[in-house]
């Protein structure tokens, strides 16, 4: 686990922090099922993952597909980003984030993995 975000999923994290005045927590670097994501709703199965460059190499695309499906296999839904559009396109971004979690349905507090890591 990572505790020395990038810049991209610094301003992420500030923003998906704002959203808990409309109720949606997110936790960062959260430990679930041998992965570490890097920002999660679990009361709204969403996942965010920031993608630097590497996430276009062929072996990683692949990691990456693999650890999504098996991610959807729990209910989670995740969308990813790179850092370009988190750089040059946040509010397109969030926008898109918040629909998401406005059209995800909600799962109650017992689907909820005890509290480990990065929360705040």
């Known amino acids: 686990m990572r505790k020395t ?3 991209p999923e610094a301003r992420m994290w500030v923003n ?4 808990r005045a409309q109720g949606y927590h997110f936790r960062r670097q959260a430990p679930f099922r041998g992965y570490f994501l ?3 709703c679990f009361e709204r199965r969403l996942v965010i993952e920031v993608d630097g460059q590497h996430h276009g190499e062929e072996a990683q695309a692949l990691h990456d597909a693999r650890r999504d499906a098996t991610l959807a296999t729990e209910g989670f839904l995740t969308l990813r980003f790179d850092n370009p559009s988190i750089r ?3 509010g397109d971004v969030m926008d898109h984030v918040l629909r998401t979690l406005q ?8 689907d909820h993995p005890p509290h ?3 929360g705040e």
């Open 5 to 7: 975000m990038t810049p």
């Open 16 to 19: 998906l922090k704002r959203l």
């Open 38 to 40: 890097d920002f999660v």
């Open 88 to 90: 040059d396109h946040i």
């Open 103 to 110: 059209a995800r349905p909600t799962r109650s507090l017992r």
């Open 116 to 118: 480990e890591g990065e």
